[in-house]
C-alpha cells in the first residue's frame, strides 16, 4: 500500500510546483474580488457599447453582506436610478454556494414584488456582458483549476489559472484568469468557446485600496464575436458599514431606505 | 354616454374631491414637517406617451374603429425628509376617441417610515398573490377594460384611497388596509367593445356604490414570512365584490335594472419559492358571499373556493416560459341552479382557467418577443396576446402587439369579447 502511494505521490509531484494550487488560488481570488469586508455598498455605473458605439447607461447601489466563511452565503440588495423606466427599480439575491439563489424584482409601477425565474449561469445582468453569475461569483467546485504559469501583467506578478466546467453549463469551454499574486484580485480573464477561440475579455482596469481592502473599481468585460462591450465603474465605494440583516426584506424592497441607496 | 358610466364618473369625480382633501391635508403635514428643518430632496420623472388600439375584427358598437387612442403625459413627483416620504403621480391626457383632455390622479401618498413599523396615506396601488394575471387575494380594483384595449400593464391596477399600515415584528410581517371609499373595477366601455347583454333592452339602469360609512369601510390583512425557503403570505379581506351584479326590478317584466357591490368577505393564503429548477407558486382562497350564503339569491355570487398553481422556469438565455392553472368551485351549486332566472346564462360549477407565458429578450435585452394567453377549460374560450417591445435607446421605447379573444359562449369571459380583437402601439419617451 505504501508503495503505491509513493509511486502515486511521484506521479502528482511534477504537477506541485507551485506553491499552492489552482483551487486555492481561485478561492482566494474569490474572496478578495467578492467578499471582502463584512459589507460591501457600491455606487456602479454600467456603460453597455454596442459595436457602433451607441451607449446605453445602467445606474444603481448595490450593497452586498457576507454571511460566514468567503466562498459562503451572502445576501445582495440592487436599486436602480438608470434609465429611467426601471427608475426605483430593486432587486435582491439571497446567494448560497451550493445551490441556487433565490431572486426577487420589486416592479414598482404595480407595486409588486416576484420571484424571478433566471438562471444565473449564462444569463445576461440587465442586457451587459456581464452574467448573473460574474456579477455574483461562480461556485468554486463548479470547474477544474489548474496553475498554469506565473507571469507579469502590467507590473504585476501573477498566476494564469486554468478553469474548466465539470458541467457543460456555461457558453465558455474554459477560462484563464491572471491573478495577482499580491492581492489575489482577477485582473484579467480569457474566455474560450467550444472551438477553442477566445470571445470574451474581461479585465481589471482600476483598482483602488478602500479601507485597506484592494478593490477593483474600474473593469470591463468585452465580447470579441459580437463587438459588444460593458465597462463597470464603481463611482463610490466602502466597506464594513454595518447593514443591517432586516434591509433584504420585502419590506424594503418596495421602500428602500435613503441612507443606504444613496 | 352610457348612465352606468355616468354614475360611475360622478362617483369618481366624488372620490376625487374626497381625495383632494385628504392630498392637501397630506400635503400640508408633509410640507409643515419639511419647513422645520431643511428643504426635503425632490426629484421629478415621468414619460411621454402614445397609445393607439385599432379594431381588427370589427367596428366598434358606436361605429368607431379605435378601442383607444390617447396621448399622455405622466409626471411622478417624489420629496423626501426622513422619516417622511411624498409620492404624486399624475397623468395629463387626451383621449382622441371622446375628444377630451383630463387629469388623473394615479397615486399620491405620504410615508413614515419607523424602525419596526410605517404608514402610507393616500391614493396608492397595492398588489397581493402570487398569481400572474389570475388574481385570487389580490381584491385591489382593476381596471379591465385597459388590459383588452392594448394599454400598458401597469394600467390594470387602480389605485385605493386608504391607509396602509406595516408592522415588522421578528416573527412575521404584516400589511393592514383601510378603505373608507369603495373603488369597483373597470371593465369595457358598452361604446367602445361587444360585450354579453342578457337584457339589452332595458336602458334605464342605475349602478349603487357602497355608502361610505363606517360599516362599509373595507379592510384587508395580510401576514408574510419566510418559512423553509418559501414566501409565504395568509390574507383576509372584509369588504365587497368589485363586479357589479344586476338586479332587475322585475323579472317577467324587466323596465328597470339596478347594478350592485355584494358583500364579500375572503380568505386566502399563497406560497413561492424555487422547485424543480424555476419559481413555484401556489395560491387558494375562500370567497365568503356575505349577503347570500345559502346561495339561493341570484343576484348575488354564490361563495367560492378559488385555487391557482404556476411554475416558470427560464429554459434557455434569456427565455422565460410560465404556465398557470386555476380553478374555483361554486358552493351550494344546486341552490344557484334553482335561483339562476331561464333567461340568464348559468355559470359551470366548476370553473378552469390555464395561462401560457413565453418571453424571450434578445439583442442585449433591448428586443422583448411575448406572448400570453388565457385558456379556459370550462368555457373553451380564449384570449391570446402577443407583442414586441423594443428599446431604441434608454429613453424610448415601442410595443406593438394584439389581443385576440374567441371561442367558448357568447357570455363567456373572452367569448363575449369574441368581435373585439385589436392591435395596438405604445410609444414612450421617459425622463
Known amino acids: 500500500m505504501k508503495r503505491y502511494l509513493f509511486v502515486l505521490l511521484m506521479l502528482l509531484l511534477p504537477l506541485n510546483v507551485f506553491a499552492v494550487t489552482g483551487e486555492e488560488v481561485m478561492k482566494k481570488s474569490q474572496a478578495s474580488f467578492l467578499y471582502q469586508g463584512k459589507d460591501f455598498k457600491a455606487r456602479v455605473v454600467m456603460k453597455l457599447i454596442s459595436k457602433g458605439g451607441a451607449e446605453r447607461i445602467r445606474e444603481l447601489t448595490m450593497l452586498r453582506k457576507n454571511y460566514g466563511e468567503p466562498g459562503g452565503d451572502q445576501k445582495i440588495f440592487m436599486y436602480f436610478f438608470k434609465p429611467a423606466d426601471v427608475k426605483d427599480m430593486t432587486f435582491m439575491v439571497y446567494k448560497y454556494p451550493a445551490k441556487d439563489d433565490d431572486r426577487w424584482l420589486f416592479v414598482p409601477a404595480i407595486n409588486m414584488v416576484r420571484r424571478i425565474a433566471a438562471q444565473d449561469k449564462t444569463s445576461s445582468f440587465v442586457g451587459s456582458d456581464f452574467t448573473y453569475e460574474d456579477v455574483s461569483g461562480r461556485d468554486i467546485q463548479d470547474d477544474n483549476h489548474s496553475i498554469l504559469r506565473e507571469e507579469k501583467l502590467g507590473g504585476r506578478d501573477c498566476y494564469v489559472v486554468k478553469s474548466a466546467p465539470r458541467a457543460a453549463d456555461v457558453d465558455y469551454s474554459y477560462k484563464l484568469s491572471w491573478v495577482d499574486k499580491g492581492n489575489f484580485l482577477p485582473l484579467k480573464e480569457e474566455y474560450y468557446d467550444k472551438r477553442g477561440e477566445l470571445y470574451k475579455a474581461f479585465s481589471a482596469d482600476e483598482v483602488k485600496n478602500i479601507k485597506g481592502f484592494p478593490t477593483v473599481t474600474k473593469k470591463k468585460m468585452k465580447n470579441l464575436q459580437s463587438g459588444h462591450s460593458t465597462e463597470v465603474t464603481y463611482i463610490k465605494s466602502d466597506y464594513n458599514i454595518g447593514v443591517e440583516d432586516s434591509l433584504f426584506s420585502e419590506r424594503f424592497l418596495k421602500q428602500p431606505p435613503k441612507k443606504w441607496i444613496e | ?431
Not at chain 2, 390622479?105 to 396608492?124: I, N, S
Request: neutral net charge.
Open chain 2, 1 to 431: 354616454m352610457s348612465k352606468k358610466n355616468k354614475q360611475s364618473r360622478i362617483a369618481i369625480k366624488q372620490q376625487g374631491s374626497r381625495f383632494l382633501l385628504y392630498l392637501t391635508a397630506a400635503l400640508l403635514f408633509f410640507c409643515a414637517s419639511a419647513l422645520s428643518s431643511y428643504a426635503a430632496d425632490v426629484s421629478i420623472h415621468g414619460f411621454i406617451q402614445g397609445n393607439y388600439s385599432a379594431d381588427v375584427a370589427k367596428s366598434n358598437p358606436d361605429g368607431g374603429d379605435f378601442k383607444w387612442a390617447e396621448e399622455r403625459l405622466q409626471l411622478k413627483l417624489d420629496a423626501n425628509k426622513e422619516p417622511f416620504h411624498f409620492f404624486l403621480k399624475a397623468d395629463a391626457f387626451y383621449d382622441h376617441i371622446d375628444n377630451k383632455a383630463d387629469i388623473e390622479l394615479r397615486e399620491g401618498y405620504v410615508d413614515y417610515t419607523d424602525k419596526k413599523w410605517d404608514l402610507r396615506a393616500g391614493r396608492q396601488v397595492i398588489t397581493w398573490g402570487a398569481g400572474d394575471l389570475i388574481f385570487i387575494n389580490d381584491i385591489f380594483p382593476k381596471d379591465y377594460e385597459s388590459f383588452f384595449s392594448g394599454r400598458p400593464m401597469e394600467y390594470l391596477k387602480k389605485g385605493i384611497d386608504g391607509v396602509k399600515i406595516g408592522a415588522y415584528p421578528e416573527f412575521a410581517s404584516f400589511e393592514f388596509i383601510v378603505i373608507p371609499v369603495f373603488e369597483p373595477n373597470n371593465y369595457t366601455d358598452a361604446r367602445r367593445f361587444y360585450m354579453f347583454d342578457p337584457m339589452p333592452s332595458v336602458t334605464n339602469r342605475e349602478t349603487k356604490d357602497p355608502a361610505t360609512n363606517l360599516e362599509n369601510t373595507e379592510l384587508a390583512l395580510r401576514a408574510y414570512r419566510d418559512i423553509a425557503g418559501f414566501d409565504t403570505s395568509i390574507y383576509f379581506y372584509r369588504g365587497f365584490y368589485r363586479k357589479q351584479y344586476m338586479i332587475p326590478d322585475n323579472l317577467t317584466n324587466t323596465t328597470k335594472i339596478t347594478f350592485h357591490y355584494p358583500k364579500l368577505s375572503a380568505y386566502g393564503a399563497s406560497i413561492q419559492g424555487r422547485a424543480l429548477d424555476g419559481v413555484l407558486s401556489l395560491e387558494a382562497g375562500y370567497y365568503d358571499s356575505r349577503q347570500d350564503r345559502a346561495g339561493t339569491n341570484y343576484t348575488v355570487p354564490n361563495s367560492q373556493t378559488k385555487f391557482l398553481i404556476g411554475y416558470q422556469r427560464q429554459l434557455w438565455e434569456d427565455f422565460t416560459a410560465g404556465v398557470q392553472y386555476f380553478t374555483e368551485y361554486m358552493h351550494d351549486y344546486s341552490e344557484y341552479k334553482k335561483a339562476q332566472p331561464g333567461g340568464l346564462p348559468k355559470d359551470k360549477k366548476i370553473g378552469q382557467l390555464t395561462s401560457v407565458r413565453l418571453t424571450q429578450l434578445l439583442m442585449h435585452q433591448t428586443l422583448k418577443l411575448s406572448l400570453f394567453s388565457f385558456y379556459s377549460i370550462s368555457d373553451g374560450d380564449y384570449l391570446i396576446n402577443p407583442e414586441i417591445k423594443y428599446n431604441f435607446s434608454d429613453n424610448l421605447w415601442a410595443a406593438i402587439g394584439g389581443n385576440i379573444f374567441g371561442g367558448g359562449e357568447r357570455w363567456s369571459q373572452f367569448g363575449q369579447l369574441d368581435k373585439n380583437d385589436n392591435v395596438y402601439l405604445q410609444v414612450r419617451y421617459e425622463f
